[in-house]
């Protein structure tokens, strides 16, 4: 019933593991240029040998972003506190944007940061004119305009309901329609109902894999919903290799390629016959500036987010993350261990970090550990390579652990990581356990901070192999393909 379809790319790399060329279905041609620490200062996308978009790069120190040149929107501009917090955009029609901190880490959205107040913790409780409230649990149960007083009531109303183990269960629109929400055992999403709509997916490891949609009816006589079988919009997602950046969609067996920015966030769609069929542009917290062609069609934010458009509440795994408040709807599960003060708080510069690989120590015994046999371990200390990648093949190797032995299970960084030898541990884990342990720890962040570059980068690559601790791997092209018949 899902029809066929199939999607292929063919990837060019330098010899540090970073990707110059992307080559595409419908002859579109994605290039990456460079900058001598490793940043990416040129992308453009050709056709027919002749380039049709074009983004360049400007950057400061310390990695920080100060300007993107879009051939077609124009330059947005980009400052930040001597902290290194993104706190205000210039768009190229001339708005201008702040994202203000105070010490602990509250966001405002003007320059005197007198538009909103907030109670302790970071609940947010007056943004302008609209006010939000909270139950015990610091969870967000409503939102609307007004102070909600007798003579000032409510207004545009939103309320949010949860479950015992804090997942966002239900969100009653100001239209009074319910959006409804279930999960597994891990916190994956497996279903969103409005209307007459239900979507439903399947995962593969921490990223959606299948979407579809099934209509139903409400039988009053049965006072309940009544869900047909019959599923159509069926959708694959893939995604790059270990990651949370999506590459391609395909939709009723039509395949789309899906272009990123320097995070990992979707630019452009593109059709198996290389005609552009969606463009987006958003600003520092999320929220769309601008969106061409078929509006919606790649509904990934920020990496892990998925927005949905009925609530305007994106889910990102363990929380839901508003793009108009800029911070999440409900505090970090972790509490404090997560390492902001905040704890609605998301991260301090969008332009450079996403909350998805926080990265926190396991003690030997915890239950997500993989299970080794014979001369195996799941605990091992490698040479940080500046990679993600290039050190999950290290560990592996030195684990004595295949990568097909060890699925459903991902490699973690402790926070141990010694500038010197260039070591630290690494721990096989489950791969949904880790994210019940989120955090922005980790040697990851050591060694950013302390090596000066940001980790997945060719900056942090070179400064490895600087230092004598990269592996003398040279990767070859790389080909990403998927095909599905009936």
Known sequence: ADGAGSWESSHRHDTLGFEV?????????????????????????????????????????????????????????????????????????????????????????????????????????QDGEWHCEYDADGNLTERYLGTGKWLDGKKDRWRYRWNADGSLAKVVRPDKREVEFTYDALGRRLSKSFGTTVTRWVWNGNVPLHQWKQRREYSVMEDRWNTDTERHDMTVWLFDEESFVPMAMIKEGRSYSILTDQLGTPTEAYDADGNEVWSRMLDMDGNVIEETGNKGMVPFLFQGQYYDRETGLAYNRFRYYSPKMGMYVSQDPIGLAGRILNLYGYVDDTNAWSDIFGLIKFETNDPDLFPVTGNQQNTVTIKMQGSRGRDFTAAYKEAGISRKSATGYTWHHNDDFNPITGTCTMVLVRTEGRHKYESHTGAVKQFQDLMGHKYDTRAAVVESQSQGWLMGRKPSEKKNSYQKTS
């Open 21 to 125: 060329e992307r080559i595409l279905p419908g002859g579109v041609v994605r290039s990456f240029a460079y900058d001598d620490i490793g940043r990416l200062v040129d992308a453009r996308i050709r056709k027919d040998s002749r380039t049709r978009h074009m983004r360049r790069y400007r950057w400061g120190v310390a990695d920080r972003l100060l300007s993107v040149e879009d051939s077609r929107r124009g330059e947005t501009r980009y400052s930040y506190t001597p902290t290194g917090q993104l706190d205000r955009a210039e768009y190229p029609d001339g708005r201008e944007q702040w994202r203000k901190s105070d010490p602990v880490g509250n966001l405002y959205p003007d320059p005197d940061m007198k538009l909103r107040r907030y109670l302790s913790g970071g609940r947010l409780e």
